[in-house]
T-cell receptor, first 117, second 115 residues
Framework: AQKVTQAQTEISVVEKEDVTLDCVYE???????LFWYKQPPSGELVFLIR??????QNEISGRYSWNFQKSTSSFNFTITASQVVDSAVYFC??????????????FGKGTLLTVNP | DVKVTQSSRYLVKRTGEKVFLECVQD?????MFWYRQDPGLGLRLIYF???????EKGDIPEGYSVSREKKERFSLILESASTNQTSMYLC??????????????FGEGSRLTVL
């Protein structure tokens, strides 16, 4: 069975600091997909990124960047120059590409990020 | 603008009541999901559906059932609500892709309190 671990339960930073959210996953499959979602205080989860297991290139989108390392089974998320609007719960998730399991996302427990002005 | 709409943001029910949580999506997605979110536990999958009238158990289906009579609507049913079902319920939908599920679109959630 697959598992996603977000060891950081809560992180608090001051605006403009860089912050990295850790995600470690476990799976025996060689083909899988990793996701990050953001849940702001309003409650609605918002998709940030989807990455397949064959693509280890790092991704950058504005102030957001993702570092995927299969050797350490990690898919970490960095926010550069954090802003108050980045305050949210962030979830890492994993899905497999095998049979019915490809419909099921396994989520980590989430990291609450608070960015203080 | 894509949208997943959950019928109620907040509900208060009594133990033993039958509870219906409704979810409608307007994106013609095949896949629909019900998750439960609890502090310290993250999101856990209750049931999902990949087609009309099709359903599959997730990780915590006990005490729940679902109904999908139309493509756009996926209902979660608590036959006899219990206090341990007090939680935030999240509905989501997605297109299937050749490589597993694509991006999930979530509703705003329904916070259920069972007294």
């Amino acid at each position: 069975a697959q598992k996603v671990t977000q060891a950081q339960t809560e992180i608090s930073v001051v605006e403009k600091e860089d912050v990295t959210l850790d995600c470690v996953y476990e799976t025996r499959d060689t083909t899988y997909y990793l996701f990050w979602y953001k849940q702001p205080p309003s409650g609605e989860l918002v998709f940030l990124i989807r990455r397949n297991s064959f693509d280890e290139q790092n991704e950058i989108s504005g102030r957001y960047s993702w570092n995927f390392q299969k050797s350490t089974s990690s898919f970490n998320f960095t926010i550069t120059a954090s802003q108050v609007v980045d305050s949210a719960v962030y979830f890492c998730a994993l899905t497999l590409n095998s049979g019915g399991s490809n419909y099921k996302l396994t989520f980590g427990k989430g990291t609450l990020l608070t960015v203080n002005p | 603008d894509v949208k997943v709409t959950q019928s109620s943001r907040y509900l208060v029910k009594r133990t033993g009541e039958k509870v219906f949580l409704e979810c409608v999506q307007d994106m013609d997605h095949e896949n629909m999901f019900w998750y439960r979110q609890d502090p310290g536990l993250g999101l856990r999958l209750i049931y999902f559906s990949y087609d009309v009238k099709m359903k599959e158990k997730g990780d915590i289906p006990e005490g729940y059932s679902v109904s999908r009579e139309k493509k756009e609507r996926f209902s979660l049913i608590l036959e006899s609500a219990s206090t341990n079902q007090t939680s935030m319920y999240l509905c989501a939908s997605s297109f299937p892709t050749s490589g597993g599920t694509g991006e999930l679109f979530f509703g705003e959630g329904s916070r259920l309190t069972v007294l």
